[in-house]
């Protein structure tokens, strides 16, 4: 079992940077991927990026590359968000998950989610 907390989140001016945590505790051997998503007020959730646990390989959504980065911590139970050059449309709610066996997985195959975080920017 793994649990997930997000923070970071909050209000940031439009261009400005934002930095997400999310931290894993539990059982880290079933952590095989984990990914960054996010929910905007009335919309479908979509993923940012996603990156392999023990490898750091790293998959970015079309829109987010170049403004977001994903990472992990160097101890490996921390995934971090980095996003700047921030727009009014990226305010939503921010999740991590992790999925336990998939390489690249659909949102379906994610098994473990965190509660979310918000984050607003302001134009």
């Known amino acids: 079992q793994v649990q997930l907390v997000e923070s970071g989140g909050g209000s940031v001016q439009a261009g400005g940077s934002l930095r997400l945590s999310c931290a894993a505790s539990?059982?880290?051997?079933?952590?095989?991927?984990a990914g960054w998503f996010r929910q905007a007020l009335g919309k479908e959730r979509e993923c940012v990026a996603r990156i392999n646990w023990n490898g750091g390989y790293t998959y970015y959504e079309r829109p987010a590359k170049g403004r977001f980065t994903i990472s992990r911590a160097n101890d490996k139970n921390t995934v971090y968000l980095q996003m700047s050059s921030l727009k009014p449309a990226a305010t939503a709610v921010y999740s991590c998950?992790?999925?336990?066996?998939?390489?690249?997985?659909?949102?379906?195959?994610?098994?473990?989610w965190g509660q979310g975080a918000q984050v607003t920017v302001s134009s």
């Open positions: 539990g059982c880290m051997s079933e952590i095989y991927t």
């Open positions: 998950a992790v999925s336990r066996y998939s390489f690249r997985p659909q949102s379906s195959e994610y098994d473990y």
